[in-house]
């Protein structure tokens, strides 16, 4: 069965923090992205990668980065957490071709006290 | 850019159908997704349409006129566990292609 898997499912950490989350797909599939859901607002495209070592911004980046050094894993990294921040973030991918939709990981939930 | 609109909630009795809408305005269009998330839970795929018309999947169906932008999902013969968020989601045609641009969901409560 196929799987995107997030390090975490539950995070607590301090403002000002340096916070990474990873996460790793089994499906050798080329794209790769980051999401953030809250509330009212849905999800929302943080960064994503169409390949090794590519990234894209998505529609919210301020305040993130992102690596993407071999295939199967792509991290996210909040540089300075902020209470803003404290969401549930979701990881996804799929193949580089073919009308296919996205595999989720099952999220981060991350408060930032 | 793009604007996808779907109702936020929706509530619907066990053993009914229910018909979710999702209408959409983008500058360039390569497919329309339903997904399903159970709370607390990630996103599962449900359906894809790239052409007009509907698509059936057992209880579930999408339907698609890319003329009006629009797009439903018909759930019939309801289920307690069909009780959901029930997400839209539209993929650009173009240099963006490889992302989907998602509505803000449709909470579906399904009652005895």
């Known amino acids: 069965d196929v799987k995107v898997t997030q390090s975490s499912r539950y995070l607590v950490k301090r403002t000002g923090e340096k916070v990474f989350l990873e996460c790793v797909q089994d499906?050798?599939?080329?794209?790769m992205f980051w999401y953030r859901q809250d509330p009212g607002l849905g999800l929302r495209l943080i960064y994503f990668?169409?390949?090794?070592?590519?990234?894209e911004k998505g529609d919210i980046p301020e305040g993130y980065s992102v690596s993407r050094e071999k295939k199967e894993r792509f991290s996210l990294i909040l540089e300075s957490a902020s209470t803003n921040q404290t969401s549930m973030y979701l990881c996804?991918?799929?193949?580089?071709?073919?009308?296919?939709?996205?595999?989720f990981g099952s999220g981060t939930r991350l408060t930032v006290v | 850019g793009q604007n996808i609109d779907q109702p936020t909630e929706m509530t619907a009795t066990e053993g009914a159908i229910v018909q979710i809408n999702c209408t959409y305005q983008?500058?360039?269009?390569?497919?329309l997704f339903w997904y399903q998330q159970h709370a607390g839970e990630a996103p599962t795929f449900l359906s894809y349409?790239?052409?007009?018309g509907l698509e059936e999947k057992g209880r579930f169906s999408s339907f698609l006129s890319r003329s009006k932008g629009y797009s439903y999902l018909l759930l019939k013969e309801l289920q307690m566990k069909d009780s959901a968020s029930y997400l839209c989601?539209?993929?650009?045609?173009?240099?963006?292609?490889?992302?989907?641009?998602f509505g803000k969901g449709t909470k579906l409560s399904v009652i005895p």
């Open positions: 996804a991918s799929r193949p580089q071709t073919g009308y296919y939709g996205y595999t």
């Open positions: 499906m050798d599939h080329e794209n």
């Open positions: 990668s169409y390949d090794v070592k590519m990234k």
């Open positions: 983008t500058s360039g269009f390569n497919g």
């Open positions: 349409n790239v052409l007009d």
């Open positions: 989601a539209v993929r650009d045609k173009g240099a963006g292609s490889y992302q989907l641009t």
